[in-house]
C-alpha cells in the first residue's frame, strides 16, 4: 500500500462503511483507497472546472467546513496549538450541531453526557501527541 494510501486509511478508514461516499480530488490514492473499502467514490477534478458531479456530488461542503473551522479558531484562540488540536475539533464539531438550537446550553449539557468517549479521548491527547510528533520526524 503507497504511503498516501496508508495515510488516507489511518486517516479515515475506521470510519467508512459500506454506505460511505467518499468524493475526492483525481489523486490514484483515493482511488485505491475505496476499492480497498468496496465504497462508492467519485472523481471532481476542480482544477479542470468541475465542481459538480451529477448535481449531486461537490466539495463545497468540505470546503465551507474548512472555512468556517479556520475562522474559527483565528478569531477565538488566534492560532491553535497542535496539543489541543483535538480539542477545538471536538468543541467546533458540537458548536455547528448546535448553531441553529434555541437552547444552546441545554442541548450543549446533553449531547456532552451522551458522548460516554469523550474523556477517553481526552486522556489519549497526549499520547496521540507524542506518537504524531515521533512520527514526524521520520518523514
Same mark, same amino acid.
Given at each position: 500500500?503507497?504511503?498516501?494510501?496508508?495515510?488516507?486509511?489511518?486517516?479515515?478508514?475506521?470510519s467508512?462503511?459500506?454506505?460511505?461516499?467518499?468524493?475526492?480530488?483525481?489523486? +490514484?490514492?483515493?482511488?485505491?483507497?475505496? *476499492?480497498? !473499502?468496496? @465504497? %462508492?467514490?467519485?472523481?471532481?477534478?476542480?482544477?479542470? $472546472?468541475?465542481?459538480v458531479k451529477?448535481?449531486?456530488?461537490?466539495?463545497?461542503? +468540505?470546503?465551507?467546513?474548512?472555512?468556517? *473551522?479556520? !475562522?474559527? @479558531? %483565528?478569531?477565538?484562540?488566534?492560532?491553535?496549538?497542535? $496539543?489541543?488540536?483535538?480539542n477545538?475539533?471536538?468543541?467546533?464539531?458540537?458548536?455547528?450541531?448546535?448553531?441553529k438550537?434555541?437552547?444552546?446550553?441545554?442541548?450543549?449539557?446533553?449531547?456532552?453526557?451522551?458522548?460516554?468517549?469523550t474523556?477517553?479521548?481526552f486522556?489519549?491527547?497526549?499520547?496521540?501527541?507524542?506518537?504524531?510528533?515521533?512520527?514526524?520526524?521520520?518523514?
Amino acid at each position: 500500500m503507497s504511503d498516501k494510501k496508508n495515510d488516507i486509511e489511518k486517516a479515515i478508514g475506521d470510519s467508512v462503511n459500506e454506505q460511505t461516499i467518499l468524493c475526492v480530488d483525481g489523486h +490514484v490514492s483515493y482511488k485505491g483507497f475505496a *476499492l480497498d !473499502k468496496g @465504497i %462508492e467514490y467519485h472523481v471532481i477534478r476542480s482544477n479542470l $472546472k468541475e465542481h459538480v458531479k451529477n448535481k449531486i456530488y461537490h466539495l463545497q461542503n +468540505v470546503n465551507s467546513i474548512d472555512s468556517r *473551522l479556520k !475562522k474559527w @479558531i %483565528e478569531n477565538r484562540f488566534l492560532g491553535v496549538s497542535t $496539543k489541543y488540536l483535538q480539542n477545538y475539533l471536538n468543541w467546533f464539531e458540537v458548536k455547528e450541531k448546535l448553531k441553529k438550537s434555541i437552547n444552546f446550553l441545554e442541548e450543549f449539557t446533553d449531547y456532552s453526557l451522551e458522548d460516554t468517549e469523550t474523556r477517553r479521548r481526552f486522556k489519549e491527547i497526549s499520547d496521540n501527541y507524542k506518537e504524531f510528533m515521533q512520527n514526524s520526524t521520520l518523514i
